[in-house]
């Protein structure tokens, strides 16, 4: 067996086309991580937020937090300023109790929606998320997840500057892997260095064959197969990772590849 890397902090993001699998891989790599005894901070930064339920956060709980989108009252109260309390450098423990909900080492963070027109801009809370990435203070060991919406317009240069590492999500069909190129080549032009990519939904060789040659010179960090357990999950309110041991193990093989590459 190989020795555990030692534990440094890791800032990932997650990105892909849509309903690929990102909040999943998300949600698995939280609790591979928690599971090594290690604080997670998991950020939903798609506007319509999922992240929570997968994470086995009931409505309730998640009922209590308040979206990022709409804090900008308390940020100004504790800083003077909109991005203010982030020029701080908060460390994970110092985020407004209100923004987050938490369970044990986990903290969940909501990016929130805001209604384009009329309620204003997504654009704001978003570029405070960065801010808010960027200079966060993390522990020994502390991993920040960031389930990043469908598409590719909103990675920016504060995108490239606050994550170590890039996950793309594809699954074993030709859409979702052109997408998955199509956001390697945009984070690639604003500076994002260390770009993997994750396959998901395989269900056998032939699917696991087709993404690896498809991936041309994209790396893989590893390959999460189709399960069958994901739905009745879903419905009982069930985190994957406690209910499929298979995907338990796919996650762990790609944790150990973003950590082999966050080190090079
Ligand atoms: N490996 C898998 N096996 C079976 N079902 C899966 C797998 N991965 C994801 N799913 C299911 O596919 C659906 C979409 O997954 P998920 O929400 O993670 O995608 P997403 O990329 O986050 O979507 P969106 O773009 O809407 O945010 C979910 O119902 C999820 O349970
Ligand atoms: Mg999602």
């Given at each position: 067996?190989?020795?555990?890397?030692?534990?440094?902090?890791?800032?990932?993001?997650?990105?892909?086309?849509?309903?690929?699998?990102?909040?999943?891989?998300?949600?698995?790599?939280?609790?591979?991580?928690?599971?090594?005894?290690?604080?997670?901070?998991?950020?939903?930064a798609?506007?319509?937020?999922?992240?929570?339920?997968?994470?086995?956060?009931?409505?309730?709980?998640?009922?209590?937090?308040?979206?990022l989108s709409?804090?900008e009252?308390?940020l100004?109260?504790?800083?003077?300023?909109r991005t203010?309390?982030f020029?701080?450098?908060?460390?994970?423990?110092?985020?407004?109790?209100?923004?987050?909900?938490?369970?044990?080492?986990?903290?969940?963070?909501?990016l929130?929606?805001v209604?384009?027109?009329?309620?204003?801009c997504f654009c704001p809370a978003s570029s405070v998320l960065r801010e808010l990435v960027r200079?966060?203070?993390?522990?020994?060991?502390?991993?920040?997840?960031?389930?990043?919406?469908?598409?590719?317009?909103h990675?920016g240069r504060a995108t490239?500057d606050s994550?170590?590492?890039?996950?793309?999500?594809?699954?074993?069909?030709?859409?979702?892997?052109?997408?998955?190129?199509?956001?390697?080549?945009?984070?690639?032009?604003?500076?994002?260095?260390?770009?993997?990519?994750?396959?998901?939904?395989?269900?056998?060789?032939?699917?696991?064959?087709?993404?690896?040659?498809?991936?041309?010179?994209?790396?893989?960090?590893?390959?999460?197969?189709?399960?069958?357990?994901?739905?009745?999950?879903?419905?009982?309110?069930?985190?994957?990772?406690?209910?499929?041991?298979?995907?338990?193990?796919?996650?762990?093989?790609?944790?150990?590849?973003?950590?082999?590459?966050?080190?090079?």
């Amino acid at each position: 067996m190989q020795p555990e890397p030692a534990p440094r902090p890791l800032r990932i993001a997650v990105a892909g086309k849509g309903g690929v699998g990102k909040t999943t891989l998300t949600a698995l790599l939280a609790y591979h991580f928690l599971a090594r005894g290690r604080g997670v901070l998991a950020i939903d930064a798609d506007p319509s937020p999922c992240l929570g339920p997968a994470l086995g956060f009931t409505a309730d709980e998640l009922a209590e937090a308040v979206p990022l989108s709409a804090m900008e009252g308390v940020l100004d109260e504790r800083s003077g300023g909109r991005t203010g309390v982030f020029r701080m450098n908060p460390t994970v423990a110092d985020l407004p109790e209100r923004l987050t909900v938490s369970r044990g080492a986990l903290r969940l963070l909501l990016l929130g929606s805001v209604e384009h027109g009329g309620g204003g801009c997504f654009c704001p809370a978003s570029s405070v998320l960065r801010e808010l990435v960027r200079h966060l203070m993390l522990k020994e060991g502390e991993v920040v997840l960031l389930d990043l919406y469908a598409g590719v317009e909103h990675l920016g240069r504060a995108t490239a500057d606050s994550v170590d590492t890039m996950l793309v999500v594809a699954g074993p069909n030709p859409r979702s892997i052109a997408t998955a190129h199509q956001v390697r080549r945009m984070a690639q032009e604003v500076g994002i260095e260390r770009l993997l990519l994750v396959g998901n939904g395989i269900t056998g060789n032939e699917d696991a064959a087709y993404l690896m040659d498809r991936a041309e010179d994209f790396e893989i960090a590893g390959m999460i197969r189709a399960s069958v357990e994901a739905l009745p999950a879903e419905r009982a309110g069930r985190t994957l990772y406690s209910v499929d041991r298979r995907a338990a193990t796919d996650v762990a093989e790609i944790a150990l590849a973003v950590e082999r590459s966050a080190t090079r």
